[in-house]
């Protein structure tokens, strides 16, 4: 578990960009490559595993993932991606940063394993953040019918809610609530024709242990929201077609840090949980953390945190893809600043109950 401060200024920023079929993400890289900002971009579009068209058109190709060392098969890396990145890093130096496409119905996973696991590719490159474009006048469909529409919108970083000429202003409310649901920690913007200040997409350093609290105002916000949710609440953690329904028999307090939970009608819904506590004990919270991740891993889609370990006067931050877990130290804790321990888990059919009590049971005493 490090991050190394020497290799990163050398490592060249990938930002991943995904968004289902026709969302829009062509046009964000049309005003990307085209906008005036001085930057030379490596483009890597959209092919991966796909048959060309001189290929045997007969055959079904099978994407080319390898699973890492662990053979969990959520943990995955394309090998045709490593070679084209190993490719471009033949050519250093004629560029500033790598932007991949991925296909609309992407998962997004094995694209940023690649860029997080992957020894050689990321000794030469780091993963900057992950851009997803969301139709906002059709994706509350989406949701309803691909799995991938939600893993898109989960594994973000940024999110690009884009066509906003095509819905109203309620139903972009609406759809947005939707978004947040699945995602309350992603960046979100409004756009048409993904019109955006480039520097709300690139550079982010959302994959940045020093710079992932600091750049992203929304993350881990919500585990201290500063609402009340009562009887009317229609908070963005829970939304069934049904009304209300949270699947704990208590009401929300100021302090809810409850589970987020989606639409009955979705498929396996993708949900996020926040866990706050102080500090922690590191000769429990790490072998907890492992654990969890070794069990969950397939369903966890994304995790960070900052923790406050017991004895240390720095902050520890962590962020995981999966099974895979990467933590380092951060800053010292700022005097008058509270010792809190922040986790937050994206994913899909995760035991919230049994993660919140273990977790508490990490606390020093
Ligand atoms: N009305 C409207 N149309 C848009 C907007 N953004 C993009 N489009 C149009 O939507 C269509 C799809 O946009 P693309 O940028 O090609 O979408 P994509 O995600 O690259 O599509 P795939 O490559 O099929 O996955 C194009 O006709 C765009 O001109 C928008 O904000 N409003």
Request: aromatic share 6%; net charge negative; with cysteine.
């Amino acid at each position: 578990m490090s991050a190394s401060q020497d290799t990163t200024s050398q490592q060249i920023p990938v930002t991943v960009l995904t968004g289902y079929l026709g969302s829009g993400k062509t046009t964000l890289l049309n005003r990307i490559l085209t906008e005036n900002h001085g930057q030379k971009y490596a483009v890597i579009v959209n092919e991966f595993g796909e048959i060309g068209i001189d290929n045997d058109l007969l055959v079904e190709s099978d994407e080319e993932i390898f699973e890492m060392n662990n053979g969990c098969i959520c943990c995955t890396v394309r090998g045709d991606l490593i070679r084209t990145v190993q490719n471009l890093m033949k050519r250093k130096g004629a560029f500033d940063a790598i932007i991949v496409e991925t296909t609309g119905v992407a998962d997004p996973a094995p694209v940023a394993q690649t860029f997080f696991m992957d020894d050689d590719v990321r000794a030469a490159s780091k993963l900057d953040a992950v851009v997803a474009v969301v139709d906002a006048r059709h994706v509350l469909q989406r949701l309803k019918d691909t799995e991938e529409a939600q893993d898109q919108i989960a594994f973000a970083d940024v999110i690009l809610l884009n066509k906003t000429d095509l819905v109203t202003k309620d139903e972009l409310a609406v759809v947005e609530a939707r978004i947040r649901a699945i995602n309350p920690y992603a960046v979100c913007h409004h756009t048409e024709r993904c019109a955006v200040d480039l520097k709300a997409v690139l550079d982010r350093g959302a994959f940045d242990l020093d710079r992932i609290l600091s750049l992203d105002p929304h993350f881990l916000a919500h585990g201290h929201h500063d609402h009340e949710c009562g009887p009317d609440c229609d908070h963005e953690h829970d939304h069934t077609h049904h009304g209300h329904d949270h699947s704990h028999d208590h009401e929300c307090g100021p302090d809810c840090d409850h589970e987020h939970h989606h639409h009955d009608d979705d498929l396996h819904s993708v949900k996020s949980i926040s866990l706050k506590a102080g500090d922690l004990d590191p000769e429990l919270f790490f072998p907890w953390i492992n654990q969890v991740t070794q069990i969950q891993g397939p369903n966890i889609l994304r995790l960070k945190g900052i923790m406050a370990l017991k004895g240390d006067p720095q902050r520890y931050v962590i962020q995981g893809v999966h099974m895979i877990v990467e933590g380092d130290h951060q800053r010292d804790w700022k005097d008058g600043e509270p010792r809190e321990s922040r986790l937050v888990f994206i994913g899909r059919d995760l035991d919230w109950d049994m993660l919140k009590q273990s977790f508490e049971a990490c606390v020093a005493q």
